[in-house]
């Protein structure tokens, strides 16, 4: 029964993707001519196959890329998965040559040079088919001296919310962060820092955690949770590629410097995991300890390639488990996951009345409020060159924190997590021997926390008492 699941899952999953494939370069089409009618302009995406610009920039060993004469970017900021996504199709016809080999029912070698051949031939068409990059033009427009694109896309929100940050008395260059501290004209000890997921809010923390924590920690500690670039209630320029670089800064910026804060601890969910590993090493004398949850971190095979596996490992392209099907219509096909964004986030407020009228607002929505409030620009560009462009920086970050920090690790993973498995939590501590797991049974990727809160704030606690003897 367990082999007849998966073979169906792989049909299944093989066909409705292979249909995605086809609808998101009809919808590419759809875009275009909107943008034009909308915005009187052509915008750039990645479907296109100009990416040799970069390719040449690559082979000759440049680490910069110039984009306009007073503009460069560190190519390795940048994720070749923004550019180089091949169509299921294509890695079907991969994957069974393999197997083939693998149970040798391939004659005889020309049968299967032949074979090799077929399948560089259809990988090569699918690529071109579905999304190569027209990256020179992306990046020209949203990181040089092209201002065309700095207004507010049709497609994102207009509410008060959502665009506070660009009115004459909001600020581009700070995010949002929800305080708390010590009453009364108490000084605070020290400093917590909580950061965020993917497609999530500071929320995920001020209506689980801090509520839960104790009166002696309030008194204590300065609690610190943002809201990560491009989501929540912080800025979402239209002319970021949101890469590590750019989110490291603002969480500098918005919540070091502006609170003045010399020592901290960190507590970060899932992709906030890379942030806060990026943080650590920036800072080895100033963090006090590491608390990751769910971290997306992989060992990548001898061989393959490190973003292009993490793009398979967490977007696999199956229909089931549902969260993974999720994750991969909104990390594969950018057109599609523009729809989804136009649908969902720019009428998140219809959204939410809805909810609040069928749950009769007895459910509280502050998970619904960090899904709906992001636009598609921040979540396509975070997922892509955080998650899946950091593969390889982690590694070295993972040695730092090993070699050069002194500070506790703990790692918590929900053994049911169907999105990331509690092998990369496992894998952390392969590569820092002193982190200590915790895999707490029946819980997920979102109820690690939620539905536990409790349980987590008095381990928090005990942690960070730990930590300061």
Known sequence: MVIAARVINDVVSLVLFTLLDLLDVFLCLVYKLADYVLEAEWKPC?????RDMILVAERSGSKVLSLTSSTKLQLEDISDTLYSRSSLVAEVAKTTVIELRKLKLLGHRGAVSAASARVRSATATATTFTTNSTIIHMLQGKIGGHKSHAARSWIDCGCESCTRWS?????RDTLFVHAEGPQDGKMAEEDVLFIHGFISSSAFWTET???NLSETTRSRYRLFAVDLLGFGKSPK????????????????????????VKSFHIVAHSLGSILALALAVKHPGAVKSLTLLSPPYFLVPKGEQRTQYVLRRVAPRRVWPLMAFGASVLCWYEHISRTVSLIMCKNHRRWELAFK?????????YLMDGFFCHTHNASWHTFHNIICGSAAK??????VVREQLSCDVVVFHGRDDELLPIDCSHAIQSKVPRARVRIVDDKDHITIVVGRQKAFARELEEIWNNASR
């Open 357 to 365: 009228f069928v749950t009769r607002n007895r459910i509280r929505t």
């Open 209 to 211: 955690v801090f509520p």
């Open 167 to 171: 009115s004459p008395s909001g600020s």
């Open 394 to 399: 982690v590694d070295g970050y993972l040695d």
């Open 237 to 260: 320029p239209p002319d970021s590629l949101y890469t590590l670089r750019e989110h490291v800064g603002m969480i500098e910026r918005s919540v070091l410097d502006r609170f003045d």
């Open 46 to 50: 990645y479907c296109s196959s100009a």
